[in-house]
C-alpha cells in the first residue's frame, strides 16, 4: 500500500509543514508513505505525469487558496488515468464545506477535515490494515453506497503530542524551513480563519529548545515560526528569544508574526540584545482607521504600536515587516491612503499592501453582503470592491501596490526614494505618481531589467524635480552600487577615468597597509580594486548631500544584515 501525500506550494523557497507532520505523526506507517511536493509554477501536465510514475494507491493534496485551482485539475485527471487510486484532501479551502466539495468532485473519496494528524494516523491504519471509514473520526466520505457521509470531528491535540518532523535537512536545502511552536489564535479578526479555533495551545519550552538546537547545528539559513500570535503568552515568547539569543549560531534567522503592541518592556530589552540578522518581525497592521479595527473585531493600539516599532527600528538590529489589508469595513480610498502615510512613516524594512481575500468560514465571509463586499468567484477570493471602495479604486491601489514592490520592498532605490519624498506631499503621492508615469509610458506589466527600473525612476525624478536632476542621478548610483558591483554602469554617469590615477594611488595604499579594506589580506591592488567597487561622488550622498568632490569604496565583504547594503566608506578625495 503506497499512500502518497502531495503538496502544490506557491514559491520553490517554501515547504509545506502539514506534509511533513501529517508523515512524522504517522510515523508507524512511514514504509507506506511518500511526500511529494510542486509548486503552481509547474506546469499541470509535468506533476501529473510526475504522479503517475509513482503509482500510489491513494493521494492526499494539501489544499490552499493559492493552489485549489491546481490541485481540482489534477483530481480530475488523476481519476482518468490512475481509476484506482483513491484520492483525498485536507487542508482550510476544503474543510470548511467538506461535504459541498465532495458534492462537486464525485472522483474525490474524502476530505480530513481540520487539524489533520490523527486523523490522517487513522485513514493510514484503515488502507493498510483495513477497517471501518465509519469509525475514523475527521473525515467526511463517500460510502459504499455513493452517499456522502460527515463523521463527528477529532478532539484536538496537545501539541506536546506531535513528534519533531524534520530529519534529513537536505531535502530542505535553499528552503525556508517553516516551525510550529503554538496552535490558534486569542483574537477574533473577522478576515481570518483562525480565529475560528479558540482553543490556544502550546508547546512545551523544553521541547522546543530541543527542536530549535536541532536547526542551529544544521545552521539552517532561516525558521519562520507559523505561530498565528507568537507573543500572546510572554513566558513562552520571552522563553524563545532567550533561548536563540543564548545559542545563536551566526546565521540562523527567525521570523515570528507578533502583535507589536502586546511586547512588554522585558521583552523589548531582550530583542535589543539580538544579534543583527537574527530575528525578523511581521506585524499585521492591516489598518490605521479606528472604526475599521473595531469592526473587524481586532485588537490594536496604534499609538503604541508605532512608539514599539519605532524604539526596535532604533535598534538597527531587527528586520520589520509591516501589513496593510485594503478593501476592509469602512476604508474607503482617503481612509487607506491614510493609513498607508502612517505605517510608512514607520519606515518598516518591508511593507506590504495585501488586498482583503473573503476566506470561506470567516466571518468576513458571512457579513460579506452586508459590507456590500464583491470578490473573485476563485481563490484566492480577492476583493473586487466594496461599499466603501470602488473597483477603480481597487485598480489604483494595486498599481501603487506594484511600485512599493519594486521600488521600496526590493531594498534597491533606498536613498533615492528617501530624497524624493520631499518632492510630494506625502509618501503615497509619490508612488501614485509614480505609478500613473508607469501607465502613460506603456511600462506596466512588463518585465525590466533593474537597470531599466534605474532608468525609469531617474526619468520620473526629473519630471517631478528637474532642479535636483544631477543629485537623483549620484543617488541612484549609490544605490546601484551599495547592492552589487555591477559590471555594467548607465550611460549617464561621469566616466570615473578622470580619477584613475587617485583611485590607482588608493588601492595601492591599500594592498600595503588596509585602513579601510581590511580583511582582504594577500590580495594586490588590481584584485582589491575588481572586488570592490570605487566611485567618485560630487555630493556627499551618505550625509547632509552638500556639494564637493567625495570618494566612496563598497566593501562587497562586509553586508548590513538587514538590507545587504555593501558596507561604505568616504575617502579623503
Known sequence: MKLLLAAINAKYIHSNLAVYSLRAFAREFEEHIEIAEY????????????IYKKKPDVIAFSCYIWNLEYVKILMEDLAKILPDTRIWAGGPEVSFDAVTFLEAYPQVSGVMIGEGEQTFYD???????????????????????????????????DMDTLPFMYGDMKDFANKIVYYESSRGCPFSCSYCLSSIDKKLRFRSLSLVEKELQFFLDHKVPQVKFVDRTFNCNHRHAQGIWNYIREHDNGITNFHFEIAADLLNEEELQLLGTLRPGLVQLEIGVQSTNMETIQEIDRVMDFEALKQIVGRIRRGKNIHQHLDLIAGLPYENYDSFVRSFNDVYALKPDQFQLGFLKVLKGSKMHLNAEQYGISYK???????????????????????????????????????TVQFLERAFGSAYEMFEQLALFYDRNGLGGQKHSRMARIEHLRNFAREQDEKNAGLYDELLLLDLYLRENSKSRPSWADDPGDY??????????????????????????????????????????????????????????SRNPLSDDASVSVIDF
Not at 509554477?41 to 501529473?48: E, F, G, P, R, V
Not at 493498510?128 to 455513493?146: C, D, F, P, S, T
Open 500 to 557: 584613475k590615477e587617485r583611485i590607482y594611488e588608493f588601492y595601492k595604499k591599500e594592498a600595503e597597509n588596509p585602513s579601510y579594506l581590511k580583511g582582504y589580506d594577500g590580495y594586490n591592488y588590481k584584485q582589491l580594486s575588481k572586488m570592490t567597487h570605487f566611485e567618485v561622488f560630487h555630493y556627499h550622498v551618505l550625509d547632509q548631500l552638500q556639494e564637493g568632490c567625495f570618494g566612496v569604496v563598497f566593501n562587497y565583504r
Open 123 to 157: 485513514l493510514t491504519a484503515y488502507y493498510v490494515r483495513g477497517g471501518e471509514l465509519e469509525q475514523i473520526k475527521g473525515i467526511a466520505y463517500r460510502n459504499k453506497q455513493n452517499k456522502i457521509i460527515q463523521n463527528p470531528s477529532n478532539p484536538i491535540l
Open 39 to 50: 509548486t503552481i509554477n509547474h506546469y499541470t501536465d509535468d506533476i501529473l505525469q510526475d
Open 377 to 415: 468567484t476563485r481563490p484566492q477570493y480577492e476583493v473586487l470592491s466594496t461599499r466603501w471602495l470602488s473597483y477603480e479604486e481597487v485598480l489604483k491601489l494595486k498599481a501603487v501596490e506594484e511600485m512599493v514592490e519594486v521600488y521600496y520592498n526590493s531594498l534597491q532605490f533606498a536613498n
